[in-house]
């Protein structure tokens, strides 16, 4: 039973299309991340959600807009994809405990998007 | 601001020989800090933390660190490499003014070659 499940793993689109990754935790966690790996594989986070709150927003272009349901989900949407924006995009998710810096972070598998 | 260094983009060593992969850090109050592996086309796993208390902390698949506060540093090591420890190692930093963001150094590809 996967912890942290990203949809879908592989995306291929044009320029200038709107797409969508999903992300699902079955961890109880109530913070959840997006980071973003480039093509030299340097990570760095865009958004982080506690309990459905905006908790960290990077320098992220307006393009790029999370959206949390519910704790156990943390869903990217982009608009008018560039092609900048080719990647692999990782979900994690953390527990929020009173030493909350201290927690661990389980990441999904990644979703890799390819803008053409 | 909290940041984090890798200074060697790549690690080679031969099986058998001990490993060590280099990270530095600077955050304003006491770290927490982090080693995660990345195996190709997967997502990062926690090997092994710093919180407090000791500073050589022990994780899994036989990795430790050792926490050097007047150096700033949080070396991962193992004392026999596996052609199976083959991957891309990230050192992450948080403060606990700062408890809601890990930041990740560039990454150390290490190769263990049989």
């Known amino acids: 039973d996967t912890a942290v499940s990203q949809t879908p793993k592989y995306l291929v689109t044009q320029m200038g299309n709107d797409k969508s990754i999903k992300c699902e935790q079955n961890?109880?966690?109530?913070?959840m991340y997006w980071y973003k790996q480039d093509s030299k594989k340097f990570l760095k986070i865009m958004f982080s959600?506690?309990?459905?709150?905006?908790?960290i927003n990077e320098t992220v272009p307006n393009r790029f807009s999370p959206k949390s349901p519910d704790k156990a989900h943390l869903n990217l949407h982009i608009n008018s994809l560039e092609l900048g924006d080719s990647a692999v995009y990782f979900c994690?998710?953390?527990?929020?405990?009173?030493?909350?810096?201290?927690?661990?972070?389980?990441f999904g598998a990644g979703s890799r998007l390819t803008v053409l | 601001a909290q940041s984090v260094a890798q200074p060697e983009d790549q690690v080679n060593v031969a099986e058998g020989n001990p490993l060590t992969v280099k990270c530095t850090y600077s955050?304003?109050?006491?770290?927490?800090l982090f080693w995660y592996v990345q195996y190709p086309n997967r997502g990062l796993q926690f090997l092994l933390k710093?919180?407090?208390?000791?500073?050589l902390v022990k994780g899994s698949y036989g990795f430790e660190a050792e926490f050097n506060k007047s150096q700033t540093s949080f070396h991962l090591k193992k004392p026999s490499a596996l052609v199976s420890d083959s991957a891309l190692y990230f050192c992450?930093?948080?403060?606990?003014?700062?408890?809601?963001?890990?930041?990740f150094g560039d990454g150390t590809t290490l190769t263990v070659k049989p």
């Open positions: 994690a998710s953390s527990a929020l405990t009173a030493n909350s810096g201290a927690n661990v972070l389980t």
């Open positions: 961890l109880g966690h109530d913070t």
């Open positions: 959600y506690n309990n459905k709150e905006l908790i």
């Open positions: 955050v304003s109050g006491n770290p927490y």
């Open positions: 710093y919180i407090t208390g000791d500073n």
């Open positions: 992450a930093v948080r403060d606990k003014a700062n408890a809601g963001k890990s930041t």
